[in-house]
């Protein structure tokens, strides 16, 4: 009896969602969003939306540009390694589940419940927005969100590769934000088109400047991320369907 | 009875490290023990069994078919490993669901096995909800039994299953196991519970450092199978009575005493006569007896035996 789609997606859904949303969970997500508000509360001048001490700007290159892709790299990539430990693997990858499979449906699971957990910081930042009286606050939202939702669905993406290659994934991810996203991401080239960062700055560019000088439309913007996520996947899944599951056990 | 196992020539290495170490073997339907010190190799086996791991050189085939990226033949088995690890924030319920659902079935059907299942192992209900990481060793061992049933496999692999479990539990795992052997199942099991193995299967396979030294039919029983222990231990409140009882009886060959456990061991002149009149001997010595059990089982032999060169 070979699962189907929709029962590998049910069991791979259910082994994500029950085991993340732990009332422990919740209440780390609470507490980073009050501390992310407070930050945010901290450094945005009252009224003002762009320049300077303004709120699009400070949200674009701290939370959009830097925070987010590192949490979302980090929770990608730990689930991942959660499913390769003991705990999962020796009772998941000896069922006939085919495991490109199952990493797409985990993947998806996990997107899902990222996408969720990161409504709450969100939201933090959109109420420091209304109290600090932002102008184009409610318009900004939705790119906002776009931003968010592609930021963590690329950056999850690639922490489920780099977690499905070795266990010093954050190794892998911090080669990667030196020489991609800080590094060439930062020079004026054409080149700087390979940072992912730098492609949602770009689509965010109207919310910073008011002339949105570089801006990139958030269509295109969301099928380069899309796309790299998608290839992204695809490389894990082939790496994960040939990738033996345990190491010299204690027991050899 | 054709063999549901077969390896030949099968060797794995990690790297300069010897998992297992070219072991030509079958195993046929049944309730099979695998034995060995800790380092045999037994967990290798078991991951290259349940096609975790692929083998480095040799043949091995599970249900004419090799396991690795097959979930055709995956789709037979069931592994109970010996790790402690089961998945945070999950109950028993919820667990089996989401692994009957990874094993081709559907949501409902997955929560139906899950609940007759977790029955079958003797789970008391209102420890399915539990978050299995609050489950005592014993619940979670029967949890992790219950897995492996979900999807009615036709063989199941156990990895040290009654680790943590209390010699009431043991028996009723082992009457549990029966029954699965009974309407078909075959069961590999390892254990370091000899007793058990030995009351539990009909036939075994004895590793050592990676290799199969020789069957364990063959090392354990040179002739016709010993049916009795050669000695057995008792703890009890008197053990120098308890000696001079037996040695009244002209049973003892050579006995030790331990006073700091109260425990007496014996190595008999002649088992049977001992056992065939078990009950009798131990009321008649008048000794208050707390435990019996036997020190040096056929298995526990085979295993300690020297290697063959």
Redesign the interface.
Known sequence: ????LS??W???W??TY?????PKHWLVIAGASALLALLCHATVREGRAVGGHGFFPWVTDTYVSLLLPIFAFIFGAGAMRDDL???????????????PA?LICKHLAHLACAQLDFLVPFAALLAVGASRHIPGLGAGAPLLFLAQALTIAAFSAFGFLCATLTSRYVVIGLVYAAAVEAGLGNIPTELNRISLTHQVRGMLAPLVSPAGAGAQGPLATTLQLLLWSAAMLAVAAIVF?RR????????? | MSAIVEAENLSRF?GM???LNNVTFSVRPGITGVVGP???????LF?LL?????PSSGSLKVFGALPW?H??T??K???C???E??????GPT??L???????????RA?RERARATLDQVKLAPEHWSKPLTKLSKGMRQRVKLA?CLL?EPKLVILDEPMNGLDPMGREDFGNVLRALAGAGTSILISSHILQDLEALCGDFLLLRW?RIPRAASDAVLPGAKPRWPDATAFRCESPERLARFFFDAGLVRGCEISPETRTLQIRWTDPDRFYQSFHRLLLDSGVPIFEVRPTASPLEKAIDAPPVP
């Open positions: 009896m070979k699962p189907s029962s590998t049910g069991g791979a259910r082994l029950r085991r993340l949303w732990a430990g003991a705990g999962v693997a020796d009772y998941a990858f000896t069922r006939p589940v085919s495991r199952y369907s033996e599951l345990a190491g010299p056990p204690r027991d050899a | 990690y490290y010897l998992g800790n380092g045999a190799g037994k967990t290798t991951r349940t096609g975790q791991i692929r990226n979930p055709e995956q789709a088995l069931a592994y490993p010996e790790g690890a089961v998945p945070a924030g999950l919820d667990w669901v989401a692994l009957g659902m990874l094993s081709g079935l559907s949501a997955a897995q999807h990676g």
